[in-house]
């Protein structure tokens, strides 16, 4: 799972687009985070080509709070299928650190708890329909 954040590498027509003005949000809770070092960083997707990629359709990040929790909010998000995926940055270098076979160094979650016992979490594990009417708030642990 290699989540960054950066910006698009060029605007694409099949991308919908965000309004920032939009008072309406999608709020990702993680919460077990073992240490209050570095920070969140998360990525929300709206394509299953794009999932886990750094062609992510918004990126925020968080700082832990003392409880073990962060909070990563997508403002102005149209209605439609998304997922997300963070990770844990300890080290605050922008990258989901990879030990031997790339297997994930730092803690990372995704949106609906997904997860596998071999290789990173899959779209339609993570996927939920997000339907622009309402704040809407998500939960997943490390």
């Known amino acids: 799972m290699g989540v960054t ?3 698009f590498a060029a605007d694409s027509d099949d991308r919908p687009s965000a309004d920032p003005d939009d008072p309406l949000s999608i709020t990702f809770v993680i919460s077990k985070a073992k240490s209050r070092e570095g920070r969140v960083l998360c990525g929300l997707y709206a394509q299953e080509a794009k999932w886990l990629s750094r ?3 918004q990126g925020a990040k968080s ?15 149209p209605a439609g299928l998304y997922a997300i995926s963070a990770f844990h940055d300890l080290d605050s270098d922008n990258e989901l650190d990879r030990k031997i076979f790339g297997i994930p160094s730092e ?9 596998r016992a071999f290789g990173p979490p ?19 642990e490390f």
Do not use: K, M, Q, T
């Open 5 to 7: 954040l950066s910006a």
């Open 55 to 57: 062609d992510y359709f």
């Open 63 to 77: 700082e832990i709070d003392e409880h073990g929790r962060a909070r990563c909010e997508f403002r102005g998000i």
């Open 107 to 115: 803690p990372y979650c995704a949106s609906r708890n997904a997860r």
């Open 122 to 140: 899959r779209w339609r594990d993570a996927v939920f329909e997000y339907p622009d009417i309402a704040p809407v708030e998500l939960n997943a």
